[in-house]
């Protein structure tokens, strides 16, 4: 089994004024047991390349190999090739169903016309494969936390039995143990001989896991690596194009040292639910300065935005802008 996609192009809206050549002439090869990285900057094409994998997508030039046949060819069983390639896409939410966590997990081998006892064993099989707490089965999906929705939307692919996974940036919204978490999950899979593809943009991440690294810039692959052969540097320079330096310990030092345009004082706010998202944030942002937000989702850097727009209003605290006071 190996996939192999040869001179791939595919553009957005042809023809249009929204035209866009998302990828261009890309030739990759996923052996069979392989667990591949891809990264590259937010843009450069991965989702669109990953949808291509199980003909979800059909590419605009070019061939795509699965098992020594052109899946593109008149009569290729593209059923087969959805259930071999299982694609975990960005947000799980698009791939649960609002009912409880095993009929979810169970829905993709019902649709392969399993029985009820054998789509239940598979479905089983598959959350056990993943750590997924058994006493959380009968619980809707939707009420779980961002890891443990990951967990279900991958059981749901496994269940089916693929021979590859690929997964669509699956570290992005979790908390720094689920990504722990992830990460071993995804090693024992590697050692049962699956074929993985991970989509990340993390470094550190794609260094633990993979074999092999395809690196893509603007539709095109700009790199391909064997772990053993490389570094986050290297890395880091194929995605961005030149020397980068992986450091932040001089940060401090470079502080912008202009005029303050903004400033919030003990800042604090709450939801609609009375619970208090943004408590206390004190900062500065001087003229000329890029401030960055960063934190895991759902912990008040949405709201902290809102907030700084006027879309929200300040339960407690002081806001300057331009040396002028404008709290609420
Ligand atoms: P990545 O996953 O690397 O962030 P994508 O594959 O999602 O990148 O997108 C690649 C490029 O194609 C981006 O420039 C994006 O704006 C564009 N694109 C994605 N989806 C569409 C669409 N439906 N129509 C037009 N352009 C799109
Ligand atoms: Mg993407």
Redesign the pocket.
């Known amino acids: 089994m190996s996939i192999k996609l040869e001179n791939i192009s595919y553009v ?2 042809p023809g249009t004024a ?1 035209e ?1 050549h ?1 990828l261009k002439d890309v030739s990759l090869e996923i052996p069979q047991g392989q667990f591949v990285g891809i990264i ?10 990953i949808q291509h994998l199980n003909g979800l997508m059909k590419a605009t030039s070019g061939k795509l190999i699965y098992e020594g046949q052109n899946i593109y060819e008149d009569g290729y069983d593209m059923k087969k090739l959805r259930t071999q390639v299982g694609l975990v896409f ?1 947000y799980p939410e698009y791939q649960l169903f609002e009912v409880d966590v095993l009929s979810d997990v169970c829905f993709g081998p019902k649709n392969q016309g399993l029985s009820k006892e054998e789509c239940e064993k598979q479905a089983r099989e598959a959350l056990e494969l993943v750590g997924f707490p058994e006493k959380y089965y009968k619980q809707s999906p939707f009420e779980l936390s961002g890891g443990q929705k990951r967990r279900v939307a991958i059981a749901g692919i496994l269940a089916m039995h693929p021979k590859v996974l690929v997964l ?2 699956p570290t992005a919204v979790l908390t720094p143990q689920e990504v722990d978490e992830l990460i071993a999950t995804l090693k024992n899979l590697k050692e049962q001989g699956k074929t993985i593809i991970v ?1 990340t943009h993390k470094l550190r991440e794609v260094m633990e896991l993979a074999d092999s690294i395809t690196v ?1 810039k603007q ?1 095109k692959v700009v790199g391909n690596v064997l772990k053993k052969d490389t570094s986050e540097r290297e890395l880091a320079q194929m995605m961005v194009g030149r020397d980068v330096v992986l450091t932040v310990n001089n940060a401090r030092k470079q502080q912008v040292e202009s005029e303050i345009m903004y400033k919030a004082e003990n800042l604090t706010t709450v939801n609609d639910y009375g619970k208090e998202v943004v408590s206390d944030m004190s900062f500065e942002v001087h003229k000329g300065e890029i401030l960055g937000i960063a934190g895991v989702e759902g912990n008040g850097q949405s709201e902290l935005v809102k907030l700084m727009t006027g879309l929200m209003e300040s339960t407690r605290g002081t806001v300057f802008f331009d040396g002028e006071d404008i709290t609420n």
């Not at 590259?40 to 390349?49: A, D, F, N, R």
């Open positions: 957005y809206s929204y866009h998302a590259g900057h937010t843009g450069s094409g991965k989702s669109t390349l960005q669509d940036e989509i893509i539709g």
